[in-house]
């Protein structure tokens, strides 16, 4: 289970949010949990409104665990409840889509290698900067990234190529994870993950 993801929400909230990932690793649902001065509620509605509306998105900002922690006592709500106990306030839940992944371009794997996928990370808010390219390798299995805008400017996306060199995956979801959570550090908003290969 991945780390719940925090948010400064206006100038009195603090939001938590946890994506649901299919098997693929691709985003099949959004939960989440806000605290307002009336306590923690049950908030994908809000979530949604984060990615839909750019009034919503621009109330808030993306934070760390400690950050949450500090904007919560700051606000006068006592300390973060662990993540599990966050999860209890999760009681709605905001489906996605489940499709079948896009066929883009020539999904036959490098020599040597057992498959390529091709996975794009969404997020809200738009680079305003020159993309950046990397790239790593995770035991057999290697990752590119390319961070670009979408959208005539609306949003930035995030593109991974995967190269597994084998059957299993299990390297895919940390790195999604680790490459999204640096791309939120930068005050950025995930709103799914796809897979077009």
Do not use: C
């Amino acid at each position: 289970m991945d780390e719940l993801d925090y948010y400064r929400f206006g100038v009195g909230g603090v939001l938590a949010e946890e994506f649901v990932r299919g098997r693929d690793h691709t985003t099949v649902g959004l939960r989440s949990a806000l605290w307002t001065r009336g306590g923690w509620r049950s908030a994908a509605s809000v979530s949604r409104s984060v990615r839909t509306d750019p009034a919503v998105l621009a109330a808030v900002t993306p934070t760390d665990r400690a950050g949450a922690e500090a904007a919560l006592r700051e606000l006068g709500g006592g300390p973060l409840p662990d993540e599990a106990a966050l999860r209890d306030h999760f009681a709605d839940y905001e489906a996605f889509a489940v499709v079948s992944p896009l066929l883009l371009g020539p999904a036959e794997p490098p020599d040597g290698f057992h498959e390529k996928r091709v996975y794009r990370v969404l997020f809200a808010r738009d680079l305003r900067a020159d993309r950046f390219e990397g790239h790593r390798q995770v035991g057999a299995d290697r990752f590119a990234w390319t961070l670009r805008r979408v959208g005539n400017g609306i949003a930035t996306a995030l593109d991974v190529t995967v190269s597994l060199a084998t059957g299993a995956d299990h390297t895919v979801r940390p790195m999604l994870r680790e490459l999204t959570s640096a791309v939120r550090k930068q005050g950025f908003v995930p709103v799914m993950t796809e897979r077009f290969a």
